[in-house]
C-alpha cells in the first residue's frame, strides 16, 4: 500500500546515538510531506484530465461511429432513390411507349377507316354519275325521239277527258 503525508508525518524513528539530527530530519520530511502531497493533489488531477479525455474520447468516437453510420445510410438511401428513380423512369417510358404504341394503332385504324370510307364514296359517287348519265341521255333520247310528241298528245286528252262532264 503507498504511503500517504500522513504517513509519512507520523513516523517516528528511534533515536540511537550517533543519529541524524532531529530537526534536519523533521525539515526534510516536512519537504518530503509537502513535494508528496503535490504529486498526490497533481496525480489526482492528472487523473481526473485523463478521466474527462477519456469521456471526450468515447463521446467523439460514439460521434464518429454515429457519423459513419450515417454516411452509410445516406449512401444505401441515396443509391435506394437513385435505383427507384431509374425504376419509374422505365416505367414511365414503358407506358409512354404503350400509349405512343396505342395511338399510332389508332390513328392507323382511323386512317384505314376514312380511306375504306373515302374509297366508297368515289364508288358511289361513280355509280351516281354513271345513273345520272343514263337518266340524263335517256331523258334526252326521249326527247329526240317521237314517244314526246305521242306523250303530249295523250297528256292533252286527257286533260280533255278530265274536263269533259261525265253523263253516266
Given at each position: 500500500?503507498?504511503?500517504?503525508?500522513?504517513?509519512?508525518?507520523?513516523?517516528?524513528?528511534?533515536?540511537?546515538?550517533?543519529?541524524?539530527?532531529?530537526?534536519?530530519?523533521?525539515?526534510?520530511?516536512?519537504?518530503v510531506?509537502?513535494?508528496?502531497?503535490?504529486?498526490i493533489?497533481?496525480?489526482?488531477?492528472?487523473?481526473?484530465?485523463?478521466?474527462?479525455?477519456n469521456?471526450?474520447?468515447?463521446?467523439?468516437?460514439?460521434?464518429?461511429?454515429?457519423?459513419?453510420?450515417?454516411?452509410?445510410?445516406?449512401?444505401?438511401?441515396?443509391?435506394?432513390?437513385?435505383?427507384?428513380?431509374?425504376k419509374?423512369?422505365?416505367?414511365?417510358?414503358?407506358?409512354?411507349?404503350?400509349?405512343?404504341?396505342?395511338?399510332?394503332?389508332?390513328?392507323?385504324?382511323?386512317?384505314?377507316?376514312?380511306?375504306?370510307?373515302?374509297?366508297?364514296?368515289?364508288?358511289q359517287?361513280?355509280?351516281?354519275?354513271?345513273?345520272?348519265?343514263?337518266?340524263?341521255?335517256?331523258?334526252?333520247?326521249?326527247?329526240?325521239?317521237?314517244?314526246?310528241?305521242?306523250?303530249?298528245?295523250?297528256?292533252?286528252?286527257?286533260?280533255?277527258?278530265?274536263?269533259?262532264?261525265?253523263?253516266?
Amino acid at each position: 500500500m503507498p504511503l500517504s503525508p500522513i504517513d509519512i508525518h507520523n513516523k517516528e524513528f528511534r533515536r540511537s546515538l550517533r543519529g541524524y539530527n532531529e530537526d534536519e530530519v523533521d525539515d526534510f520530511l516536512e519537504r518530503v510531506i509537502q513535494d508528496y502531497e503535490a504529486l498526490i493533489r497533481q496525480n489526482k488531477q492528472l487523473e481526473e484530465e485523463i478521466a474527462r479525455l477519456n469521456e471526450k474520447l468515447a463521446h467523439y468516437q460514439n460521434l464518429e461511429e454515429s457519423l459513419s453510420k450515417s454516411i452509410l445510410v445516406a449512401q444505401e438511401t441515396a443509391e435506394e432513390l437513385k435505383n427507384n428513380a431509374k425504376k419509374e423512369a422505365q416505367l414511365i417510358i414503358r407506358e409512354a411507349e404503350k400509349n405512343a404504341d396505342r395511338i399510332i394503332s389508332e390513328a392507323l385504324n382511323k386512317a384505314r377507316k376514312v380511306a375504306l370510307e373515302v374509297e366508297e364514296m368515289q364508288k358511289q359517287a361513280a355509280i351516281f354519275r354513271a345513273r345520272f348519265r343514263s337518266l340524263i341521255q335517256s331523258q334526252l333520247e326521249m326527247m329526240e325521239s317521237g314517244d314526246w310528241e305521242s306523250f303530249e298528245r295523250e297528256l292533252a286528252r286527257r286533260e280533255v277527258a278530265a274536263a269533259e262532264p261525265d253523263f253516266a
